[in-house]
């Protein structure tokens, strides 16, 4: 059985929303050190494009939890609910380090990475992949609750 368009659709949005938490944590405790000239680029950056990377990650590799014959248990959704949560912050980290290592004169791109997945790790990181891995196990959760596998989303 292959993976339709509507499906793909759904898993993005999924992984999308579930990313919102974390943007949502880094906005509550952080955006309080934004200037107000940097704040469009902020949300850009920290935001929008995090955002993007989670749904269409989530639309490649999370679609996979709504086909039955590809993922069969819970362990295996969280599984891909943790790829793409790591994936996503990876990705993020590579896109924010280069941005700012275009905009700012003085900062190397490996300097930049690796601030990001340090820092970036102890501060949302962990969230993040807590969050991922769980959202991958509520959608296996809601595709083997439907009372007919062939109705999926």
């Not at 898993?11 to 509550?28: D, E, K, R, S, T």
């Not at 929008?48 to 639309?59: K, Q």
């Amino acid at each position: 059985m292959a993976i339709t368009l509507k499906q793909r659709a759904y898993a993005g949005m999924w992984f999308m929303a579930a990313a919102l938490i974390p943007l949502l944590f880094i906005i509550w405790n952080f955006l309080f050190l934004a200037s107000e000239s940097h704040t469009l680029e902020l949300v850009i950056w920290f935001m929008i494009a995090p955002l993007l990377i989670s749904g269409l990650l989530g639309s490649l590799v999370g679609a996979g939890i709504l086909n039955p014959y590809k993922v069969t248990s819970g362990w295996h959704a969280a599984l891909r609910g943790f790829i793409i949560s790591v994936l996503a912050f990876l990705l993020s980290s590579i896109l924010i380090s280069a941005w700012d290592s275009y905009n700012n004169e003085y900062t190397s791109f490996i300097g930049t990475l690796f601030m990001m997945l340090v820092v970036g790790s102890m501060v949302i990181g962990w969230l993040a992949t807590i969050i991922g891995t769980f959202a991958g196990w509520l959608l296996y959760q809601r595709r083997t609750s439907r009372p007919h596998k062939t109705d999926l989303p």
